[in-house]
């Protein structure tokens, strides 16, 4: 799927997630292998002036499911399994962009690793890795 | 720290995410083990009329930091170094209880798990596992 | 399956690492709720005197695997996706005792949790969540 | 510090675990970036004849070991606080080579990832992320 195709499901199917000014966007997507963004907005941040661990996790799942859908194609239903997060650095204040790529595209897992970076800096300010169980075809 | 106090604290220092109406709230607190609520809303939900991943993270990390502070105090500066989810079940449509017990409160790292169930249900829709990096004092 | 049955299978299925005189016992078989114990042997130590973190891990994963014959019956193909590790406090030199409780039974997935404590001790020393995938029948 | 010194530190503090034919090897250290080897060995088989998961734990915490000495300098002290690892393929009967490279070295977190594949071949067997504490130094 392109990231126009993809884009267009996620407004079909998450009407309340993924819909314009919702703050996501899909950057680039290859096979397996894309780039997402999380516009900064002050509502997310937590005490010491850091974007919130949970605005890192939702922009994590996100870059999966759009990962996941470059590689599978459409299958809104598919669920995560598992996530797991190192938080690595405070983000700056500014949008954040997570790469996904996945490791594994099995006819029941997909596995994949998520890097966030804020915009125009190098280091990571999160790591993630996660699991989305795909439903069976019948 | 009590139930009054770690809410008093949340409401000051994130204005943005702890407020009256957020859906949010503390439902007990002993030392080290509490349990917190994530009101119903149709908002969190996702394709398949499931509650989203995101929501679920949202609310584990919501619990820790509250059994967190009821077991080293006030610790606004306090930051989640890591978190694993695992996805069990679909939840239903109803609140979210989400059950936090520390493993470990130790002087650098405050380690714990959060069982989150849908309200009036007894099997774990989620499992969490998440640190805590707590600041020296100087 | 029962204690002994499931001891049996792991000696024909693992004569290498399920063998009298391994270290490895089974010590107490529920439906989804087991006991082992890993014998106390120097060789597993590390510096600083404390047990090293593979001897815990290959405990842990060894406790998930009764627990899964326990609850879904023989299944030596059945293979781990995910295993996270807490380690929590350095054991003692003693014997490792390791509970696990599966909190999830699925048709392609099971999903436990493992604590590990030192022989005599309350608290624990680590703290393990795990996924196996379970081969579909065919 | 240099492979052959972290090999000298290993052989000195490790004795147990790192000795001449014990199948481990350091075959690249650059800064937090380091190739480690397992030998492939039969008893470390599995049912299914593939390589068991304890193994390649082991060998991921082997080689977040030598990672974090090359950036960090020899802290034998230095002890594992999570380890999360995701099972991608069935390992062939062959060598295994680990690459660990760090994401964050902190004065008191170290984190990385590795990376586990079959000798000569592309597709990773299994993916590790880990955190090192550090001891304060005094």
Redesign the interface.
Known sequence: MSADEIGELLSA??P??FFPGCGLSIERVDYGDVSVCRQYH???????G?I???TM??LA?FAMYVAMFSAVGPQ??A????????????PAAADLIADARL??VGK??V?G?VTIRSAGRDE?VA?V?S?Y?IPQQR
């Open positions: 199917e998450f309340q997630a002050e509502e997310h941040l937590r005490p010491g850091t919130s661990g949970p996790m939702e799942d809104p239903l669920v995560t399994t598992n996530l797991n997060i190192n938080f690595l650095r405070k490791m594994k029941r897992l596995v690793e990571p790591h890795t699991t169980s």
